[in-house]
Nanobody, 120 residues
Framework: QVQLVESGGGLVQPGGSLRLSCAAS????????MGWYRQAPGKQRELVAI???????NYADSVKGRFTISIDNAKNTVYLQMASLKPEDTAVYYC??????????????WGQGTQVTVSS
């Protein structure tokens, strides 16, 4: 069974920085993509950033230039470096990974979510 474990959330002042981490463990044959969504109170879950391994990265317009996504393939870990944080970045951040436990059998997995609060 594959598990995604997130860490790094917390309370930060506007303009500050945080780094989220998400490690995938279990039976992993290959990873197609890893990324982050977020959900603020009363809002729908939205894509923040996605890294399609060895190919491309995409960001929500609202975070371009402030957030950076990266993957450590050796550790099956995705990171989200967040800078110049704004109160509107406050949300629960969810990690996801589309990966195959066996060749050709890809499935999407989700982390449990980590709270990011931007407030003075």
């Amino acid at each position: 069974q594959v598990q995604l474990v997130e860490s790094g959330g917390g309370l930060v002042q506007p303009g500050g920085s945080l780094r989220l981490s998400c490690a995938a463990s279990g039976r992993i044959f290959s990873i197609y993509a890893m990324g982050w969504y977020r959900q603020a109170p009363g809002k729908q879950r939205e894509l923040v950033a996605i890294n399609i391994t060895s190919r491309s990265t995409n960001y929500a317009d609202s975070v371009k230039g402030r957030f950076t996504i990266s993957i450590d393939n050796a550790k099956n870990t995705v990171y989200l470096q967040m800078a110049s944080l704004k109160p509107e970045d406050t949300a629960v951040y969810y990690c996801y990974a589309t990966l195959g436990a066996t060749p050709g059998a890809y499935k999407t997995y989700w982390g449990q979510g980590t709270q990011v609060t931007v407030s003075s």
